[in-house]
């Protein structure tokens, strides 16, 4: 469970600090990241979540694997923007395959450029994210939510998820654990096929609890109001350190 800890260092002061006003900064990066037409403002954005990552004591195997995904998509983005969009030719290069005497692909100027932006757009929220996540307990954050009417629904159905995802997780660990030790996994056909059962045993478990759990709080008097952490009075000085750190921000962005 140590992968989604939700932060390492309670004592850092970006732990510390108001959900409230780090909602604030990282929803106003999170535009300018998304509205930026270059690609300097998002990486350097990016570069700077991770060094307070650091900072805060996350391991850099954990970070690297919350990243790889969305890492992994950011690829995928260039390299479709550079081989199959834009007129502006930067080079040609050609592979040998077993069906076709020649593979020839095409790099263009523009759509490499274009692929930067979209991939350092990526990554830059992402990180922001995923710095949000690391510095913010989880019930903090549904609260800090509820304090900006983010509708009652969803953050019900984010309290659920969070609350039964470990215990998948552990389902999920145990199916698997059972399935290797039968040879589930000695080939890529039984490997798949494992994989699908192991799938599929997850999905009906997932139905059988919603039914369950729903039946329990019907049962419990339930209405819809999730009791969260009540938050203390937004101290001057936290709003006006993360107005600051807005304002430094947009000043970079607009350069």
Known sequence: MKLFSE???KEHPVVKFDVRAKLAVVIALLLMVLSYKGVLFPLFIAAGCFLL???MGIPLRVLFLRMAQ?????????????????EDTLFVFSLPTSHFPLLTLTVHRDGLIEGLKIAGRMLGAVSLVIALGFATPFTEFMAGLSWFRVPKGFIEIMMFAYRYIFMFLEDAHTIYSA???RLGYSGMRKGLRSF???TGSLVIRGID?????????TQRGYTGDMPLVKKRPLRFGEFAVAMVFIIF???IWMI
């Not at 983005?77 to 834009?86: E, H, Q, S």
């Not at 609890?209 to 709080?217: R, V």
């Open 249 to 251: 921000a947009g000043a």
């Open 7 to 9: 932060h390492f260092q």
């Open 179 to 181: 399935q290797k030790n």
């Open 53 to 55: 990552c650091v900072r």
């Open 70 to 86: 969305p890492l992994f998509l950011a690829v995928v983005v260039l390299a479709l923007k550079c081989f199959f969009t834009g």
């Open 196 to 198: 699908g059962t192991l």
């Open 209 to 217: 609890q919603t039914q369950k759990t729903a039946e329990a709080m």
